[in-house]
T-cell receptor
Framework: GQQLNQSPQSMFIQEGEDVSMNCTSSSIFNTWLWYKQDPGEGPVLLIA?????ELTSNGRLTAQFGITRKDSFLNISASIPSDVGIYFC??????????????FGKGTHLIIQP | DAGITQSPRYKITETGRQVTLMCHQTWSHSYMFWYRQDLGHGLRLIYY???????DKGEVPDGYVVSRSKTENFPLTLESATRSQTSVYFC???????????????FGEGSRLTVL
């Protein structure tokens, strides 16, 4: 199947700092999504991107669909303790993507140090 | 609004036993999915269903059986559990084919299964 490379694998930051993470693929994607998983919970959709170059915000979160259609970025501004969790990128590939085509990255663990 | 619920949340079983994980959604979503989450692998699709009585294999279906006799329920059965099936299992749903094809899913809270 498709492979998504998500980085960094983990981040240790101070409260108030900005956060950046990204996801890359060797092939083209039609849709990019960012999910967040709180400890002990299921993933929750944060942002969905449908068009190359699209920039979408959800509160302090901003995500971009890369121009090449092979990458996506998520930024979190002014981090707060409740931002702790695992952030997953996911994408629907251009070729043959149906309901079973969604591919997930391995996640970025965000840890906020007091 | 209950949304999507999974049971049990935690289960310990022994190798060779049959285990069924339940998933129930109250939204009347057409699509339902089962994923497993393992360290180093992220989320991998086991089976999915587009509607009642329609199921299809995902990336890692071996050792699992699903059924969908009613729209709201999508149980996952491990017919003879193995240690490699120790994992956290997530059920998810999506409203329509459009949202399913774009990856817009609602996940349950997960079922943590340990096979001894």
């Amino acid at each position: 199947g498709q492979q998504l490379n998500q980085s960094p694998q983990s981040m240790f930051i101070q409260e108030g700092e900005d956060v950046s993470m990204n996801c890359t693929s060797s092939s083209i994607f039609n849709t990019w999504l960012w999910y967040k998983q709180d400890p002990g919970e299921g993933p929750v959709l944060l942002i969905a991107l449908y068009k190359a170059g699209e920039l979408t915000s959800n509160g302090r979160l901003t995500a971009q669909f890369g121009i090449t259609r092979k990458d996506s970025f998520l930024n979190i501004s002014a981090s707060i303790p409740s931002d702790v969790g695992i952030y997953f990128c996911a994408g629907q590939p251009d070729s043959g993507g149906g309901a079973d085509g969604l591919t997930f990255g391995k996640g970025t663990h965000l840890i906020i140090q007091p | 609004d209950a949304g999507i619920t999974q049971s049990p949340r935690y289960k310990i079983t022994e190798t060779g036993r049959q285990v069924t994980l339940m998933c129930h959604q109250t939204w009347s979503h057409s699509y339902m999915f089962w994923y497993r989450q393992d360290l180093g692998h992220g989320l991998r699709l086991i089976y999915y269903s587009a509607a009642a009585d329609i199921t299809d294999k995902g990336e890692v279906p071996d050792g699992y059986v699903v059924s969908r006799s009613k729209t709201e329920n999508f149980p996952l059965t491990l017919e003879s559990a193995t240690r490699s099936q120790t994992s956290v299992y997530f059920c998810a749903s999506s409203e329509s084919s459009d949202s399913a094809n774009t990856g817009e899913l609602f996940f349950g809270e997960g079922s943590r299964l340990t096979v001894l």
